[in-house]
């Protein structure tokens, strides 16, 4: 019997990355990537520790081609205008996979592509003019938007899917005569193509941080 060929952690990675946009998060499991890949589960032991290292290869992965682009991109013509490529960029990455979303803010500080993504924020920040503590509020403040707006973007889409699944209407307690305005913006939301509707969010942020003219 030839012995199997060795792998590489991109090979795992990739393996995981599958069963996540196959199956869901919930499906990833050491077990279900050695499957995937036709070896046994103590076979990934010799490359993978454990799960907390399978996480973040497949985040590592999905993540890269944030970092790629990014660096291959034109250089935009003002710090705006690079924080808004940047965000747009973060946002194609994990769309691309959003059962990796949960795996992206668990492992945020120890993911090379996100903290390289945070660090070319921060350089688009100095060169509109912050100082260190308005960068980093000021990072702060957008990350926390990239995460609340996709987590709302991925839950709205899944919650359609199952809808158009079962035939059934999504359930909520919204009702326009008690919130009228509250159910006007969600409907103009709804009518709102998803990408657009995450940029002008994300100018609102930067005119809020004082980057409409930079």
Request: aromatic residues 2%; negative net charge.
């Amino acid at each position: 019997m030839p012995r199997p060929r060795s792998l590489t952690t991109r090979q795992i990675a990739a393996a995981a990355l599958a069963v996540i946009d196959r199956d869901g998060l919930p499906a990833l499991s050491m077990r279900t990537v050695a499957a995937e890949l036709d070896r046994r589960t103590m076979a990934l032991y010799r490359y993978v520790e454990d799960r907390e290292e399978l996480e973040c290869l497949v985040v590592d992965l999905a993540l890269g081609p944030v970092l790629d682009r990014a660096t291959r991109a034109p250089a935009a013509p003002s710090p705006r205008a690079r924080l808004l490529t940047l965000l747009d960029l973060m946002r194609e990455a994990v769309g691309a996979h959003p059962g990796i979303l949960p795996l992206a803010v668990r492992h945020h500080s120890n993911c090379l592509p996100a903290l390289r993504w945070r660090e070319q924020l921060l350089e688009a920040l100095a060169d509109a003019g912050l100082d260190a503590p308005q960068r980093a509020a000021a990072l702060h403040a957008l990350v926390s938007y990239v995460i609340g707006e996709l987590e709302l973007e991925h839950q709205a889409a899944a919650a359609t899917a199952t809808a158009t699944a079962t035939g059934t209407a999504p359930a909520g307690p919204l009702v326009p005569e008690t919130f009228p305005l509250l159910s006007a913006a969600l409907a103009a939301r709804a009518a709102t193509d998803p990408a657009h509707a995450f940029t002008d969010g994300a100018r609102t942020v930067l005119d809020g941080l004082g980057l409409g003219l930079t």
